[in-house]
């Protein structure tokens, strides 16, 4: 049994990142607009650094940053841009490795916790830097636009069982339109939110859940209010644990049963629901870690740094 209590995380005063952080060997961090994510990446100590430019961010070479490495895959698919990441950083085997979660999307995310262990890393340090607040509040939208496809994040999906019952897990977050997206893809599943609270502020949890409102029959069936289920935004470790009690939960209640994850809150609890999938759900079977399609995704979203998680990701 995996206690998610013993894992380490710690929060960092954004004054004091080259007093209280280590310097690493490698340091990756997937780039964007926002201040909060360019200040860690001049901050944070490292002897190589290396920007990843996610094509969903649809940045054109001449608005590439300078002086650092740069990976800028053109493929959407996951597994493609993770490898091309991956063949420029190198041997990775006994390396301290930082990388800073706060701009990837979230099927790299997830799919960067398998192939990072694949790759022969037995541990990284993940870092995630808070906003001070959403600039639309709860108008936000993160995503732009999606193939309108939804499926398995590369190599997540589970073996199921085809006469048995299928369970969502979703993470609630501000995209209304991915929720809607994930609950009509999987339409006969029970549905079980599980909400981002505590929030990272006090007024995201109800940004969070009015936007989410607008996603659906789902997000306006009992279910939505009977079955929900809450871990914090800022904690992957207990986002696992509230993931593993759910699981624990369907399965004293029904055999076989088909339970289908989708991380669609933060990015902090994306990778609680990836840590999951690789350390609990994986061996249980027919558990598939299922995401929409990003086609487009917004590069600036949020204002300044309330603070800077790190988190200590064991493989």
């Known amino acids: 049994m995996i206690d998610y209590s013993i894992y380490y995380r710690r929060p960092i005063n954004t004054d004091r990142i080259n007093k209280e ?87 790299t995310l997830c799919f960067m916790i398998p192939m990072l262990a694949y790759a022969g ?7 995630y830097s808070e906003p ?35 369970f ?34 006090p007024d995201m949890y109800q940004q969070s859940a009015i936007a989410a409102s607008l996603g659906g029959d789902a997000a306006i069936s009992g279910e939505w ?22 699981v624990s939960e369907i399965d004293r209640k029904f055999s076989n049963a088909n339970i289908y994850i989708s991380p669609l809150s933060t990015k902090v609890q994306a990778m609680g629901f990836a840590l999951y999938w690789f350390l609990e759900g994986k061996q249980r079977g027919a558990v598939s870690l299922i995401l929409p399609e990003c086609t487009g995704y917004t590069r600036e979203t949020s204002e300044g740094i309330k603070r800077l998680w790190t988190y200590t990701i064991e493989l």
């Not at 991915?178 to 609270?197: C, G, M, Q, R």
């Not at 209010?225 to 759910?246: C, E, G, H, M, Y």
């Open 225 to 246: 209010i009977t079955n929900r289920k809450f871990a914090p935004a800022n904690d992957p470790f207990s986002t696992a644990q509230a993931l593993k009690s759910v």
């Open 21 to 107: 952080l280590e310097e690493c060997d490698i340091f990756i961090s997937a780039f964007n607009s926002s201040d909060r994510v360019q200040k860690i990446f001049e901050e944070v100590q490292a002897k190589q650094k290396f920007w990843f430019i996610q094509p969903e961010y649809a940045y054109k070479p001449l608005e590439y940053p300078t002086g650092y490495p740069i990976v800028a895959p053109n493929e959407l698919d996951e597994a493609l841009q993770l490898r091309a990441l991956l063949d420029e950083v190198g041997m990775l085997h006994n390396k301290k490795v930082y990388i800073d979660i706060t701009g990837f999307m979230r099927h």
């Open 132 to 166: 001070l607040f959403y600039k639309k509040q709860e108008n936000t939208t993160f995503t732009n636009s999606t193939s309108g496809n939804v499926r398995p994040v590369r190599g997540m999906a589970g073996s199921n069982h085809s006469q048995s019952r299928d």
């Open 121 to 127: 890393l037995k541990e990284f340090t993940a870092l």
């Open 168 to 201: 969502l897990i979703i993470g609630v977050g501000y995209d209304s339109k991915l929720i809607n997206e994930v609950t009509t893809h999987k339409d006969n599943s029970v549905v079980y939110p599980l909400f981002a609270f505590p929030s990272l502020s």
